[in-house]
């Protein structure tokens, strides 16, 4: 199953990037006695779910998305493309979501950004630094990718604490509607029905894996995860 119509919005990629779709192929990872995979499997929503890992070195995040979409993680290029541009062209609905930490490193690194163009403009390029380089992006990304691609994304966090380790899912929503475009012949579409959402692991080192069914093709399957209140 492909989650994209043709091919992606041609506004926001370069002439010559080129686009992988292959078929979804699980890995399932390796990992040792006290893992943070070993600790969210114990869960009862896990016994209908697995990990999937991603191959290559950094950007962790992006490959495992690249992965849901086009079967293939070799598309990270294109997603930081789609990204960037979402965030630049929509600055202020993003900017609330910027963490703290984030904040004081664009001030030293670029000075006081204001709300006005000239300081979105400053914003815009110390975020696409950022993603283009896998530094901290605190929650950016996780949403830009849900507004972006109009899906609900579950993340299942693992937190160690000084005598036992939890876990707890997030919900993350599109912050915008995006219309399709009808002079545009190329756009992304959910894969399935509804009801599909992309549920990813985030480790205590803010590595990322995904979650997928085991044994059914799409999330759509499954009951969405349940939140905390």
């Known amino acids: 199953m492909s989650f994209v119509a043709d091919d992606p919005d041609e506004s926001c990629i370069e002439k010559d990037t080129r686009i992988f779709i292959e078929k979804d192929t699980r890995i399932f990872p390796v990992c040792t006695p006290y893992s943070s ?4 499997m114990q869960r009862t929503d896990m016994r209908e779910r697995t ?6 070195n950094g950007h962790s995040l992006l490959r495992c998305i690249s992965k849901e979409i086009f079967g293939t993680e070799k598309n990270i290029g294109v997603l930081k493309e789609i990204l960037i541009h979402e965030f630049k062209e929509n600055v202020k609905i993003y900017s609330p979501f910027i963490g703290e930490e984030i904040k004081r490193s ?9 709300n006005d163009t000239g300081g979105f403009k400053k914003l815009s390029q110390f975020i696409k630094e950022r993603i283009e380089d896998d530094l901290p992006c605190d929650e950016l990304l996780l949403w830009l990718t849900c507004t972006y691609f109009q899906t609900p994304l579950y993340v299942l966090r693992v937190t160690d604490l000084n005598t036992s380790t939890l ?5 993350y929503t599109q912050l915008r509607r995006r219309k399709r475009d009808q002079k545009k012949k190329m756009t992304f579409l959910k894969k399935c029905s509804s009801t ?3 549920s990813l692991l985030e480790t205590v080192g803010k590595q990322y894996f995904r ?3 085991k044994l059914k093709s799409c999330n759509c399957f499954l009951e969405i995860p349940t939140i905390p209140s």
Do not use: H, L
């Open 37 to 40: 995979i070993r600790v969210v």
């Open 211 to 213: 979650i997928v069914p």
């Open 51 to 56: 990990i999937d890992c991603v191959e290559g």
């Open 106 to 114: 664009c001030k030293a690194s670029v000075g006081v950004v204001g």
């Open 196 to 198: 599909y959402f992309i």
């Open 167 to 171: 876990s707890s899912w997030t919900e």
